[in-house]
Nanobody
Framework: QVQLVESGGGLVQPGGSLRLSCAAS????????MGWYRQAPGKQRELVAV???????NYADAVKGRFTISRDNAKNTVYLQMNSLKPEDTAVYYC?????????WGQGTQVTVSS
């Protein structure tokens, strides 16, 4: 069994920054992709950014140039540095870990961008 524990959400003013962290524990294969998704009220969950074990990344167009995803494989931890935050970034952010035949989700952390 794998557990994902997220931290780092909160309330921030427009233009501010936040850093999310997600630590994975349990039986984790080295072939995996970790990432962040978000879900705003009344909307479907959407991809924010993902990163492979080897460091290849993919970002949603809405966050390119503002968000940076990174990971520490020794700690099984993925990070999301969010800069220049906008009110439309407000959502619950979910950590995700994909391995062959497995798909795990964190409990979610709220990010609110408001003045």
């Amino acid at each position: 069994q794998v557990q994902l524990v997220e931290s780092g959400g909160g309330l921030v003013q427009p233009g501010g920054s936040l850093r999310l962290s997600c630590a994975a524990s349990g039986s984790i294969f080295s072939i995996n992709v970790m990432g962040w998704y978000r879900q705003a009220p009344g909307k479907q969950r959407e991809l924010v950014a993902v990163i492979s074990y080897g460091g290849n990344t993919n970002y949603a167009d809405a966050v390119k140039g503002r968000f940076t995803i990174s990971r520490d494989n020794a700690k099984n931890t993925v990070y999301l540095q969010m800069n220049s935050l906008k009110p439309e970034d407000t959502a619950v952010y979910y950590c995700n870990l994909k391995m062959p035949a497995y798909d795990y989700w964190g409990q979610g952390t709220q990010v609110t961008v408001s003045s």
